[in-house]
């Protein structure tokens, strides 16, 4: 507890996925890191806060990097977990919030869907630099604990984007650094800074059940039909299998002169 920084993590994979571990160990290189994740999966609860979580922590002891760490499972989402850290486990406000490492990449105009980023808004939310990273996957390990996926490069890239935003001061309107890295990335592989794409980078579709009193599940692919854009996330990650990352900011107003849009709203 000595370290120089204090290092949130947490996820939307749940407490026992591969990739937090993987952020986990390359973090500690950094400072102390608090892992603290959602007891189950919450993939796509966004920034989520249900009144219906529960809220039990539950510690752990883990062998981490060669040190016995005392880690934390959280009955809620990743944007709760971020809170229950901060207000009863943590005795400060930590120093960096990072969210990840998640299984299948973050892109385009579905980003607020993630529970990888909605975790990292609400550390951006308290006014503390953060991270979300995430690793291009086959859609099969969606929602897996497979330990088929390798997370060495995207390990390495939690701790180098980490380290940056520990030392840099970023500027006010950037409020959360997501990363994603392409599937076969080395550590050699360049990094861009980019948009959001402006397409949505996943199609839904409609429950397989013969009735609606059936339970069903919406289900989601990759889109096929949509043309990201140069320089956006999702052309980088997906054209130029290079890592992408996207500054992104708190502040959800249209980038409209005001004045103008009122004009049109009252006809004048």
Known sequence: MEDKYQILLTNDDGILSPGL???????SSLGFVHVVAPREQNSGTGRSMPITSDGIIQPQLLLVNNKEWTVYSIGGTPAQTVLYAILEITSRLPNLVVSGINYGENLGTGVTVSGTVGAALEGGALGIPALAISLETDPNYYLSHSDKVDFSTAAYFCAYFGHLLLEKRLPEDVNVLKVDIPANATPQTPWKTTFLSKERYYDFFAPQRK????????????????KHLPGSDAYTLCVEHQISVTPLSLDLTSRVVLSDFDKVLRGT
């Not at 571990?21 to 973090?27: K, R, Y």
Request: proline fraction near 0%.
């Open 21 to 27: 571990w993987a952020a986990a160990e390359a973090l």
């Open 211 to 226: 009735s609606w009193e059936e339970s069903g599940t919406i289900r989601y692919e990759v889109s096929k039909k949509s």
